[in-house]
């Protein structure tokens, strides 16, 4: 089993900046893909972010193209999702999600493991 661990994440101001990081209990992370899920209340959880097992290869929502970013730190077994010029509708718990894998993965079926959520607040 792998377990990952989402950092805390807060309440900004829209415009402002925050970065989430997820800590993997694996000795292989640098085998697994990992994605960045959200999901907000009454809404289904949706694809943010995600990124192959060597970082080479990134994927994001339409939503959050130009504002987020994706990257990992193999040797510190961490993902990020750096959020910028944040907007409300950003408000969500945010996952992060990994499965073993040499492709990208943007599914939410495909992934095996998640983390416990974070919320994110982004006021207007």
């Known amino acids: 089993q792998v377990q990952l661990v989402e950092s805390v994440g807060g309440l900004v101001q829209a415009g402002g900046s925050l970065r989430l990081s997820c800590a993997a209990s694996?000795?292989?992370?640098?085998?697994?893909?990992m994605g960045w899920f959200r999901q907000a209340p009454g809404k289904a959880r949706e694809i943010v972010a995600a990124?192959?097992?060597?970082?080479?290869?990134?994927y994001y929502a339409d939503s959050v193209k130009g504002r987020f970013t994706i990257s990992r730190d193999n040797a510190k077994n961490t993902v990020y999702l750096q959020m910028n010029n944040l907007k409300p509708e950003d408000t969500a718990v945010y996952y992060c999600?990994?499965?073993?894998?040499?492709?990208?993965?943007?599914?939410?079926?495909?992934?095996?493991?998640w983390g416990q959520g974070t919320q994110v607040t982004v006021s207007s």
């Open positions: 999600a990994a499965v073993n894998t040499i492709l990208i993965v943007t599914s939410r079926q495909r992934y095996d493991y």
């Open positions: 990124i192959n097992r060597s970082g080479s290869s990134t």
């Open positions: 694996v000795r292989t992370f640098s085998s697994f893909a």
